[in-house]
């Protein structure tokens, strides 16, 4: 049976990652420090592991115990606004963290290793976001992602190691963890609605985003490895249109039934529009489109929420600089 390893398989898009993994027929195992997962989003077929891709000697343990076929390397701190502000805790997550699964992946001779970066490698590029677009990121977040593609090619170079690069953007879904304050817009507006409180809006609010519900990403991301012309590529995948911020707070605000009131913020250092052209990816998966509407969308992940009810928003207990922290962020 093929065995997969899925990193941050107790997380939002790894848990959706899993399941398809299963119905796929592939014996899984996760490994997820619960730090922005939850236990209960595992499915039950998997064999769950409780730990940190930083803990170099777990993982090292992990594969001498299993010989992963494919690994899935979907754990970090995805907080891109954040970043800067814990630039240490990043690189130590988002940056070594990788570099400990790849190193495990070169001795055990994984077939290939399935990596989810982000577009922030991006930065505020040419429109629409495009794989050859040469990568200029501007916050720590998108720096950790983009060094570790730069170490997959290398390492595929070097030692053979095969990879496939996924670029998702504003993923949204069941599963999300809607009490992170940091970040998923879509699970903290619906977070603040069920809580009785105004919708956070960083500046004017008219930044575009083509958000991406969550069964036009996972599915590809699981089995990409049966598709050979993808190997040692990057990919772009997510939904084709973009959004601003005001729109799609007047949508989450239907699709939940609750009339809601927008609390303008001052503006964060972030990409004021940001959207990408899918076209590789449509032509080497053979995906003509993404089916999701956002209102659908939407509306599936509002039952959902209504489902589970809100959660508690958490405060990140080690802020490495205060320096123009925004105040919200700053506060309890």
């Known amino acids: ?20 993994l299963l119905s796929m027929g592939h014996s899984v195992v996760v490994l997820d ?20 891709i930083t ?17 899935y390397h979907l754990a970090a701190y995805a907080a891109e606004g954040l970043s800067h502000f814990i630039r240490r805790f990043n690189y130590n997550n988002n940056l070594i963290g990788s570099i400990n699964i790849i190193n495990e992946c070169v001795k055990s001779k994984v077939k290939c290793l399935v990596f989810t970066s982000s577009i922030a490698v991006y930065g505020a590029g040419q429109l629409p976001l495009r794989e050859d677009t040469i990568p200029q990121p501007e916050d720590p977040y998108g720096v950790a992602k983009l060094a570790v593609e730069m170490d997959l090619k290398a390492c595929h170079e070097m030692f053979g190691l095969n990879y496939i690069v996924f670029r998702p953007h504003n993923v949204y879904g069941e599963y999300q ?27 004017d609010g008219q930044q575009t985003r083509a958000f991406s519900y969550i069964t036009d990403v996972a599915p590809h991301i699981a089995r990409s490895v049966e598709i050979k012309e993808a190997y040692n590529e990057v990919f772009n995948i997510g939904a084709d249109k973009d959004y601003s911020v005001n729109e799609l707070a007047t949508t989450v605000m239907r699709v939940m039934g609750i009339n809601g009131e927008l609390q303008y913020l001052p503006a964060r250092n972030e990409v004021l529009h940001a959207y990408s052209d899918h076209s590789k990816m449509h032509r080497v998966f053979g995906v003509n489109k993404y089916d999701i509407s956002l209102e659908e969308g939407l509306t599936k992940m509002a039952e959902w929420v209504k489902e589970v009810g809100s959660r508690s928003s958490s405060k990140f207990e080690n802020i490495e600089i205060l320096e123009k922290l925004p105040p919200s962020w700053a506060g309890e």
């Open 1 to 20: 049976m093929t065995k997969s390893l899925v990193t941050g398989g107790a997380g939002f898009i790894g848990a959706h990652v899993v399941k398809e």
């Open 33 to 52: 420090d619960l730090s922005g997962g939850f236990k209960d989003n595992v499915d039950s077929r998997a064999v769950f592991i409780e730990g940190s």
């Open 55 to 71: 803990d170099h000697v777990l993982v090292e343990k992990l594969f001498q115990d299993h010989q992963f076929d494919y690994v």
């Open 177 to 203: 963890n809607i009490g992170d304050r940091y970040r998923n817009v879509v699970g903290i507006f619906m977070n603040q609605l069920l809580q009785g409180k105004p919708l956070s809006v960083f500046g």
